[in-house]
């Protein structure tokens, strides 16, 4: 099975700066991967780089199966991004920004009132205004069109920002069940006593590159086979 | 590209609807536009029937500067942004969409601008037909060359400025072919607007095509 992201000396650069400086990594398919590092470490670089919105400029970097540096677009298509601004419009309901990011993406909306059940998003809530949504809630309705969309690599920068006890529980949850389903995470924290024991490694990253990997907490009873049912579009 | 475009041309009317900016800054806006052209102009009936037109074509054009805005401000945070470039919409269908929501609220300012000048200067349309494709021609290339220059604005610091700097003079021959269109479509004779229909119906299918092509690569600069 290839990997879900295959990179070797990838460098990436924001503006005129290196935000990647030469990274080797690898993803397979239903690996929980958890990144950790100082501000500036690259962590949302990577991300940034895996998601196909920061281009590689040297080095061997495929997501997915697709050249990132050639097709860029079909990596898109085909990986899900919590970055730390949301992609909520304010003046849509919480159902409607998820149908639209079911919908955007060529898929069926009948996984949304699934989703929304699965993060808690009920009744009232539904039909609000994400504008009108708390840091927390907007949070989930982000993570709900994740859920909805099924994306075969989900890519976190830090998800548990804005998260109360009873979300970030739910959150591992997910994580666990997306891993199970097949689909590769990768997500970085600056907080690893909620991130490492979702993980299966924890890379440490420092100055744009991977130093160190260590071996994550999550239970190897979690680690089940890969029933293969992520989006892959 | 259909889909994409219906999709998110839903989506940017459903906000426009809701947020209401169309409906309590750029109509007022384009109204007191129309307002304060006739005041520099004078009272005199018969100067201000004569510069209608050219009025009329003057607030679509300051409004489709803010229509435009409008349209990207909604995407204006980095998360929404990434949201659409994640999306899976295809670049022309977002360009298509953001320009026929865009069209569609310059289509119905126009109609209140229209009834705007029968009320201030007793202005009518006698040859409706050529009013009405004149208007449609003009507003499909005043939104497809909003859009495009939007999104070469959308990502700079600048962009409130620099989007009327980068509009105005690129749509000036939509002001000058939609002005005699009018003119000839309220005062006649027809034969005298149909040289300008023709000039609008290749500045719209210049920019849409245009649109369809380099939005992709424009989205990805901003």
Known sequence: ?233 | MWRDAVLVAGKDLRIEARSRVALWQILPFAALSLVLFAFALGPGPRVLRQAAPGLFWLAVLFSTVLATQRSFAIESGEGTRDGLRLSGIDPAGVFMGKAAAVAVQLALLQVVLYAGMILLFGVHVRVVWLAVVASLLATVGLAAAGVIYGALSAGLRVRETLLPLLVLPVVAPVLLAGSRAWAAAITGPVSAGLPWLRILGAFAVVYVVLGVVLYGPLQEAA
């Open chain 1, 1 to 233: 099975m290839a990997p879900a992201v295959h990179l070797r000396t990838a460098v990436a650069l924001a503006g005129r700066f290196p935000a990647l400086a030469g990274v080797d990594l690898s993803v397979d398919p239903g690996d929980v991967v958890v990144l950790v590092g100082p501000n500036g470490a690259g962590k949302t670089s990577l991300l940034r780089v895996c998601a196909g919105l920061l281009a590689v400029t040297s080095g061997q970097a495929e997501v997915l199966g697709c050249d990132l540096r050639t097709d860029r677009a079909a990596v898109r298509r085909r990986v899900g991004l919590l970055g730390h601004a949301d992609p909520l419009y304010d003046e849509l309901t919480a159902a409607e920004n998820v149908r639209f990011a079911v919908r955007s993406a060529g898929l069926p909306a009948d996984t949304v009132d699934g989703a929304l059940d699965r993060l808690g998003l009920v009744g009232r809530l539904r039909r609000t205004p994400a504008g009108r949504l708390s840091a927390g809630q907007r949070r989930r309705v982000a993570l709900a069109a994740l859920v909805a969309r099924r994306p075969a690599l989900w890519l976190l920068d830090e998800p548990h920002a804005g998260l109360d006890a009873g979300a970030r529980d739910l959150l591992a949850a997910l994580v666990a069940e997306t891993a199970a389903a097949g689909a590769a995470v990768v997500l970085s924290s600056h907080e690893p006593h909620l991130a490492v024991p979702m993980a299966d490694r924890v890379v440490v990253m420092s100055g744009g590159r991977v130093g160190e990997e260590r071996p994550g907490g999550r239970a190897p009873a979690l680690r089940a086979v890969p029933r293969g049912d992520a989006h892959v579009a």
